[in-house]
């Protein structure tokens, strides 16, 4: 039993915490991202809840086929060990007599709060940077200007906040009249046009109107993708209104450093 303790400890601590990109998103950011969005105590992690949604979430990343990195998959098998250990009965021992045993959730919580301190200041770094190079007025500086002190901000999106952006535009797609049209394969570098020419009519739109004219999963499934991958090539910014409040999505012009698109016989002889 002690053996296996260490080897979940073990593999714990091997989930690495990076900082050179503050947009990273692994496993660690994506627990966190759960437990602010179910506003639940860090400290007191509803695991089974917690880690249902993790694998929902982990499930939906692999229908999208996107890559995932094997500390995903790590951080699964910690949760269901987790799980595992608080579902069974506590043996009645002297040593438990003597002191409570450690929660099975303790090491996975300092290991959160450590990932969380470092990000903090990552993403503080990040966005003095971002203050010393900044080229353009973010969209939402003119309105504020307009509404005075009370102004909440737009934040930036991350990959797990479109993810249950994403999860909430199919489940009311189940809800849909169904339309028995055959279903048709756009590639992902048609939707993106698609897309931006939409983009192009108004300055931004929701989230959610990407998705309008999409009338099966498929659809939904490429015009996320398109989504990303227009984030990716600097086409687009997503911001959203405080935390899990509605996201929009503002075209911009391509900047030079951009990243070329994926086939782009240009990034080939690059």
Excluded at 12 to 40: Q, T
Excluded at 137 to 158: C, F, N, S
Excluded at 226 to 245: C, D, T, Y
Aim: hydrophobic share 45%.
């Amino acid at each position: 039993m002690a053996a296996a303790q260490d080897d979940f400890e073990s593999a714990l601590d091997a989930l690495p915490i990076r900082l050179e990109n503050v947009n990273f998103e692994g496993p660690l950011d994506l627990l966190l991202h759960l437990i602010k969005k179910n506003e639940v105590n860090i400290y007191d992690i509803p695991i089974s809840m917690i880690t249902a949604q993790y694998l929902e979430t982990l499930q939906l990343m692999q229908e999208l086929d996107l890559d995932i990195a094997g500390e995903f998959i790590v951080m699964a098998a910690t949760l269901i060990h987790i799980k595992s250990k608080m579902l069974l009965p506590r043996p009645e021992t002297a040593a438990t007599v003597e002191g409570d045993e450690e929660d099975p959730r303790e090491q996975l919580v300092r290991r959160l709060l450590e990932h969380q301190k470092f990000k903090a200041a990552a993403e503080l770094l990040h966005e003095r940077e971002q203050l010393r190079a900044a080229q353009w007025q973010r969209p939402d500086e003119r309105v504020a200007k307009i509404a005075g002190d009370e102004y909440e901000p737009e934040l930036e999106v991350d990959l797990f906040s479109l993810l249950s952006a994403f999860q909430q535009v199919v489940q009311r797609s189940k809800v849909r009249p169904k339309v028995l049209l055959p279903p048709e394969q756009v590639p992902v570098e048609v939707r993106i046009e698609q897309l931006l020419e939409r983009l192009s009519e108004t300055e931004a739109c929701g989230f959610e109107d990407l998705f309008a004219d999409v009338k099966d999963k498929s659809g939904l499934i490429g015009t996320f993708l398109a989504l990303l991958e227009m984030i990716r090539l600097k086409l687009v910014r997503v911001f959203q209104s405080g935390s899990f409040g509605p996201i929009r999505v503002y075209k911009r012009p391509r900047p030079a450093d951009a990243p070329h698109p994926i086939g782009d016989p240009e990034a080939q002889r690059g």
